[in-house]
């Protein structure tokens, strides 16, 4: 099947489109992307997300739910047109949405989450019919609906022999761990590791003026200087000691928490770039010390993808932390800023043909789970005939 999967992440400032190519079942299953583009959003679209998501108003969160269906469905058509084809060469979009909030309790459970996007518009746009919302299904059985990137983790990067962690590092960072092919007992685990890029990102649109929105190849961190009394500080925060299934959002390491590091950092007498520099130390120590407290055994690999890995700060800090070798998900052939919008395609694809979308022992949920909802699109009808050989 040909599935578009479209995906904008807690960073929340483009939407990935992957044009995909998806077959068989698992364990089975085969997966390519054909094209794949980044859909910015229009300026000033990021921080209407950021502050709706933070305490926006009933009639914003409205518009903006339509808003999204209509970028989302201009990020699908223009990844169709430059991948060579039409509308009615897709068969599938799968869409995750702009996640707005995500409720964790004290105890980590998850009670809620919401992603917007709408999948009406997106079916109506392009005539295909549209796989949306796959967070809730997850959560409405008991998981945190969250990383849903773990099972296509499982279905497509397990080495033969080796133990491998694949760390994405969006906004939030999240990982799984994957046990050898050989391994017949083991099973994958996977949660959010904590701030990826959200803190380094907010800091660096408050000391910039909305000059810069991350730190472009860590060129201001590496000409800072580590607070490490600070650091251990900042580790001390108890999301890192809850043990998984955990997830987390822009909801606990928030722009509010990066304004309230900054004045900190400033109160300790550290310049911007010393200040950027520790941040950057807190999400590398930060995965490294989750690897430590909760791997399952000693990992041979690590996979990077997401835009975190393109710090080479960041890669840098990660190989020194870390006893495997650490390698960008590129070197092994998966396109690190277009794994995401993979991964929901893969999941429409499970969806459409009935199949649970959802490991228990990765997302803490009591069973496993058909993920998702279908809009109808103008293929729908041929789409069911090709498919399944009813008459719709």
């Known amino acids: ?14 939407i990935d489109a992957a044009l995909c190519e998806i077959s068989g079942a698992p364990p089975q299953l085969q997966a390519q ?26 009639d914003e969160m409205c518009a903006l739910n339509f808003e999204l269906g209509e970028l989302f469905s201009a990020a699908a058509l223009r990844v169709i047109q430059e ?6 060469d897709i068969d599938v979009i799968g869409s995750h949405g702009q996640t707005f909030w995500h409720a964790v309790d004290a105890a980590g459970h998850v009670s809620a989450t919401l992603q917007l996007g709408e999948p009406a518009v997106i079916a109506e746009r392009t005539g295909v019919t549209t796989i949306s919302n796959f967070r809730t299904r997850d959560v409405a059985v008991g998981g945190q609906g969250a990383p849903l990137t773990g099972y296509a983790d499982w279905l497509l990067l397990r080495h033969s022999t080796k133990w491998r962690a694949v760390q994405n590092i969006g906004g939030i960072g999240n990982v ?3 046990p050898p092919l050989s391994d017949h007992t083991s099973l994958p685990t996977a949660f959010d590791t904590g701030p990826g890029n959200a803190l380094i990102d907010s800091a660096m649109m408050m000391l910039t003026d909305g000059a810069q929105a991350y730190d472009r190849d860590g060129q201001l961190a590496r000409g800072g200087k580590l607070d490490e009394e600070w650091l251990q500080n900042l580790l001390g925060h108890p999301y890192y000691v809850v043990k998984p299934p955990k997830t987390t959002e822009r909801e606990l390491f928030s722009a509010k928490m990066a304004r309230d590091l900054v004045d900190e950092g400033h109160t300790r007498g550290l310049d911007n770039a010393s200040i950027i520099a520790t941040l950057t130390a807190l999400t590398a120590q930060s995965i490294a010390d989750a690897y430590e407290h909760f791997a399952p055994a000693q990992l041979d690999e690590v996979i990077l993808s997401g835009g975190g890995r393109s710090n080479p700060v960041i890669m840098e800090l990660l190989e020194a932390l870390i006893p495997a070798k ?9 396109d690190g800023d277009n794994k995401e919008a993979l991964v929901f395609a893969l999941l429409a694809h499970e969806t459409w043909h ?6 228990p022992s990765l997302t803490g949920a009591s069973r496993a789970v058909i993920l998702g909802d279908i809009t109808p699109g103008q293929n729908y009808v041929d789409l069911i005939r090709r498919t399944f050989g009813g008459a719709g």
Do not use: K, W
């Not at 980044?38 to 998501?53: E, K, L, M």
């Not at 650490?326 to 998966?334: F, N």
């Open 1 to 14: 099947m040909r599935i578009v999967g479209l995906m904008s992440g807690t960073s929340a400032d483009a």
């Open 33 to 58: 992307i054909l094209h794949a583009v980044t859909f910015p959003y229009p300026d000033g679209f990021q921080r209407r997300i950021v502050d709706a998501g933070q305490g926006g108003r009933v």
């Open 83 to 88: 991948g060579g084809f039409t509308p009615a």
């Open 176 to 178: 799984t761990f994957l």
């Open 326 to 334: 650490v390698l960008a998900s590129d070197q092994i052939g998966v």
């Open 354 to 359: 009935a199949r649970a979308g959802n490991l």
